[in-house]
Every structure is written in C-alpha cells, then in structure tokens.
C-alpha cells in the first residue's frame, strides 16, 4: 500500500479530489480545517457576533446550500375580471347557472399552477347592469348554489378559496362578506364588510360588520378586508395589534397608494382582488410580487411568509454577520429610502425568528416603540 507522505504535494491534491468527489460542493479549504475563526466586523457588538458552532455537524450545516422552507411558502393566485353581463329578461335560476360557468373559466386559468389559495373579487357573483329589485329577486334563488361551486373547486383542487358576496342573514337583512374556504370545502370563517358606504345600507339593506377576525390556514393567519374598508385606520389598527401573516382584500375599488401602506402599517402581506382593474399581491414593504394586466385578469406568486421588518438603525452590522452566516439562507430586502428593510428565511430549519434572536436584530416594532418611549421619558420633551 502506498504511504502518503506530507511532504508530497502531489498525494495531498490526489487526496484532495477524491474528497471532492465524495462530498461535492464542499470547500477544499473548509475540508482540512480543523477549525474557523471569524474576525469580527469593525464595530461590531460582542453581543451580536456569530456563535462559534459547538460541533463539526453544526459547522458544516451553516454551508450547506439551504432548501425552501415549504411550510412557509404559499401560492396565491388572485383573480379579477369585470363583472358578468347577462341578458335581463333571464331567469334567475338560469342566472346562477351563467354565473357558476363563467367563474369554472376564470377558475380554469390559475388552476394549472396549483395554488394554495384562491381570491375573487368584492360581490364575485353580482350581475352588471341589474337593479336593486332584480338583484334581490337573483340573490333568492342563488342562495348558497355558488358558494357551493366555490366549495367544491377547492375540495377538488385542495385549495383555499375566497368566495366574497352578499349573503342574507336570518332576520332578513344583508351582509357584504368574504367566505374563507379550506382545502376540504368547508368554511372555515366568515368576514363581514366592516365600513359599508351609506347607500350599501340605505338603499340595500346590508349593515356594517362589527369584528375584525383572523383566521388560521395551514400556511398562516389571514385577515380581511372589503372595499370601502381601506379608508379607515379603525379597521386597519385593529390588525396592526393582530399580526396577521396575510390580508385578503377583495374589491371593486382598487385604493391606490392604501394598499402599500396597509401592507407596510400592519407588516404583512397582501394580496387584491379588485373587480376590473389589477390584481396585485404584495409584500410586507408594499412592493408588487405580482400583477394582473390589461391582457390577463389574474396573478399566480409564491410568496414566503416566515418573514420580518427590521429599521436599519442599530442594526448594520448584524445584519451583515447575519447574511454572512446564513448566505441565500436569508435575503435581505432593500427597498430604497425608506430606511426599513425585509428579513425573509429561506432556510430548511432555521425561522426567521430564530435568525432575528440569534443576532439580537431589533425589529422595527420594537425600535418605534423604544424611540417613543424615549420621547416620552422625563426631561427628553421640552
């Protein structure tokens, strides 16, 4: 058997190779390491250096190339044509039966991509161009005949659905709500219209909805809103404190700049369905992922939500220690000039949160409330 000598050079490359072949995509230099010790960056906190890995397992974890966390991944497609036309002088039942066609084609075009949840717009099954009194003549012979449609698509495809219409209530009046529907098709909760405009009420009969609900998916928490909700804090304070992972806005108005400021204020996603006009899914910092155009009424994205909003002050150089340990582990998302940036974990086992507290990263919650309370601490406040 021949000997390798350390003096030989030519054994050590040789050994080198057949390493390499083994374990592919490894560091030649991490390989005959017996240990890293990285100088701190200047400037940098002790408090918030990078733990020295207490095993070799755990050393060759933090470099190994990480995989999608799926459990924190969610597919949204959002779906929103102008509402359909029918003949006037048409049955109501023969109405139904349009609409449950029209929204199998809409349906048809995001399907193939197998999304987890599914939204339509504000009032998805009023007709365009009917009256107040053929509408309601509609609406009592449709009952639940769509919802069940919606419900049996999302059995079918194993997909979330957003069903969002006017519903009667036992004692006759009207609701404007959004219907969350789980992969099996059953409700899993129901949202109603909190800030109706007047008419909705005078003229329709539908009340304002009293609860701000959140409800748990398997992917995350969801909130709501409709339409004419986007208008007030009132609504959109309450969650700011719930701390949804997600809002569901289902619309005939599209609220402009009102949908990047709900994402950013309540530090979560969101995604629009709007009647008509684009459709767009958006981060916690207010940018478009994804939009509908004037050509396709619909927008498929992933979207990850084990994610976080941190204020660059104070927070430099563990952010820099955190991305050098972490790598395409963690993206790190810069907007420009507004001074916050989103913390998204791409990491197999490692949460966002658990990035965050491993660095000691102030999130921008935190550091708002902190600069507040100094505001407000004796002799700060002329």
Same mark, same amino acid.
């Given at each position: 058997?021949?000997?390798?000598?350390? #003096?030989?050079?030519?054994?050590?490359?040789?050994?080198?190779?057949?390493?390499?072949?083994?374990?592919?995509?490894?560091?030649?230099?991490?390989?005959?390491?017996?240990?890293?010790?990285?100088?701190?960056?200047?400037?940098?906190?002790?408090?918030?250096?990078?733990?020295?890995?207490?095993?070799?397992?755990?050393?060759?974890? /933090?470099?190994?190339?990480?995989?999608?966390?799926?459990?924190?991944?969610?597919?949204?497609?959002?779906?929103?044509?102008?509402?359909?036309?029918?003949? /006037?002088?048409?049955?109501?039942?023969?109405?139904? /039966?349009?609409?449950? +066609?029209?929204?199998?084609?809409?349906?048809?075009? %995001?399907?193939?991509?197998?999304?987890?949840?599914?939204?339509?717009?504000? +009032?998805?099954?009023?007709?365009?161009?009917?009256?107040?009194?053929?509408?309601?003549? @509609?609406?009592?012979?449709?009952? !639940?005949?769509?919802?069940?449609?919606?419900?049996? *698509? *999302?059995?079918? =495809?194993?997909?979330?659905?957003?069903?969002?219409?006017?519903?009667?209530?036992?004692?006759?009046?009207?609701? =404007?709500?959004?219907?969350?529907?789980?992969?099996?098709?059953?409700?899993?909760?129901?949202?109603?219209?909190?800030?109706?405009?007047?008419? &909705?009420?005078?003229?329709?009969?539908?009340?304002?909805?009293?609860?701000?609900?959140?409800?748990?998916?398997?992917?995350?928490?969801?909130?709501?809103?409709?339409?004419?909700?986007?208008?007030? !804090?009132?609504?959109?304070?309450?969650?700011?404190?719930?701390?949804? !992972?997600?809002?569901?806005?289902?619309?005939?108005?599209?609220? #402009?700049? $009102?949908?990047?400021?709900?994402?950013?204020?309540?530090?979560?996603?969101? %995604? #629009?369905?709007?009647?008509?006009?684009?459709? &767009?899914?958006?981060?916690?910092?207010?940018?478009?992922?994804?939009?509908?155009? =004037? @050509?396709?009424?619909? *927008?498929?994205?992933?979207?990850?939500?084990?994610?976080?909003?941190?204020?660059?002050?104070? =927070?430099?150089?563990?952010?820099? *220690?955190?991305?050098?340990?972490?790598?395409?582990?963690?993206?790190?998302?810069?907007?420009?000039?507004?001074?916050?940036?989103?913390?998204?974990?791409?990491?197999?086992?490692?949460?966002?949160?658990? $990035?965050?507290?491993?660095?000691?990263?102030?999130?921008?919650?935190?550091?708002?409330?902190? +600069?507040?309370?100094?505001?407000?601490?004796?002799?700060?406040?002329?």
């Amino acid at each position: 058997m021949r000997r390798w000598h350390s #003096g030989s050079r030519l054994s050590w490359v040789r050994f080198a190779v057949i390493l390499l072949c083994c374990y592919p995509g490894t560091d030649v230099k991490n390989l005959f390491a017996k240990g890293t010790t990285e100088e701190p960056l200047k400037g940098q906190q002790a408090a918030v250096a990078p733990p020295e890995p207490n095993s070799s397992q755990e050393a060759q974890e /933090a470099h190994v190339q990480p995989r999608a966390r799926a459990g924190r991944h969610v597919k949204i497609a959002t779906i929103g044509p102008r509402p359909l036309s029918v003949q /006037a002088d048409l049955q109501p039942q023969s109405v139904v /039966a349009a609409m449950i +066609a029209h929204w199998r084609g809409r349906l048809a075009q %995001v399907l193939p991509d197998r999304p987890d949840l599914i939204v339509v717009p504000e +009032a998805c099954d009023r007709p365009a161009g009917f009256s107040r009194e053929k509408c309601l003549e @509609y609406y009592r012979v449709r009952k !639940d005949q769509v919802q069940r449609f919606f419900a049996q *698509a *999302a059995r079918e =495809n194993h997909c979330y659905i957003v069903y969002s219409a006017a519903r009667q209530m036992d004692d006759d009046t009207w609701r =404007n709500s959004s219907v969350l529907i789980d992969r099996a098709g059953k409700v899993v909760g129901i949202y109603n219209k909190n800030h109706v405009v007047i008419e &909705e009420t005078t003229q329709s009969g539908i009340l304002c909805g009293r609860d701000a609900p959140v409800f748990d998916c398997d992917f995350g928490r969801v909130a709501f809103a409709i339409c004419f909700d986007l208008n007030f !804090d009132e609504l959109r304070l309450k969650y700011k404190q719930a701390k949804p !992972d997600l809002i569901i806005f289902s619309s005939m108005y599209h609220g #402009g700049l $009102m949908q990047a400021y709900w994402a950013y204020s309540c530090r979560c996603h969101l %995604v #629009g369905a709007i009647s008509g006009l684009p459709c &767009e899914i958006r981060t916690p910092l207010g940018d478009v992922v994804a939009s509908s155009t =004037n @050509y396709f009424d619909y *927008a498929v994205a992933t979207v990850n939500l084990d994610c976080c909003l941190a204020h660059l002050d104070y =927070n430099w150089e563990r952010l820099r *220690a955190l991305k050098a340990r972490y790598g395409p582990g963690v993206r790190i998302t810069d907007p420009g000039y507004l001074g916050s940036v989103l913390l998204t974990s791409e990491h197999e086992t490692v949460s966002v949160k658990e $990035m965050v507290q491993q660095f000691n990263i102030e999130l921008l919650d935190d550091y708002m409330a902190r +600069a507040l309370a100094h505001r407000h601490a004796p002799g700060n406040m002329e």
